[in-house]
């Protein structure tokens, strides 16, 4: 069993930045590939990040490309979001996912049914 836990949100300006942590249990997080979701009010719950369990291979959609990054330390259990330069939009709260099955070094996924486990989310509110 994994269990995530995030941290990290809060109520920041626009153009602001912050940062997400995600620490995971779990003997084997090294290979378990990872991802950033989030879920506006009356919206699906969309990606934001996504990473290889190597950490060489990052996926970013268009919304957040340049703004957003993805990192991981695998000897901590932990993955990070880096967020910058954020927008009112972006008010959402930020799901940390675990692939518990086995994923190629350099493979991320970003679908949700690509996920086994999940976090309780974290509440990141931009104001404008």
């Known amino acids: 069993q994994v269990q995530l836990v995030e941290s990290g949100g809060g109520l920041v300006q626009a153009g602001g930045s912050l940062r997400l942590s995600c620490a995971a249990s779990?003997?084997?997080?090294?290979?378990?590939?990872m991802a950033w979701f989030r879920q506006a009010p009356g919206k699906e719950r969309e990606i934001v990040a996504a990473?290889?369990?190597?950490?060489?291979?990052?996926y970013y959609p268009d919304s957040v490309k340049g703004r957003f990054t993805i990192s991981r330390d695998n000897a901590k259990n932990t993955v990070y979001l880096q967020m910058n330069s954020l927008k009112p939009e972006d008010t959402a709260v930020y799901y940390c996912?675990?692939?518990?099955?086995?994923?190629?070094?350099?493979?991320?996924?970003?679908?949700?049914?690509?996920?086994?486990?999940w976090g309780q989310g974290t509440q990141v509110t931009v104001s404008s």
């Open positions: 990473i290889s369990w190597s950490g060489s291979n990052t």
């Open positions: 779990g003997r084997t997080f090294s290979t378990y590939a």
């Open positions: 996912a675990a692939r518990g099955i086995y994923s190629g070094r350099y493979s991320f996924y970003t679908r949700r049914d690509d996920y086994d486990y």
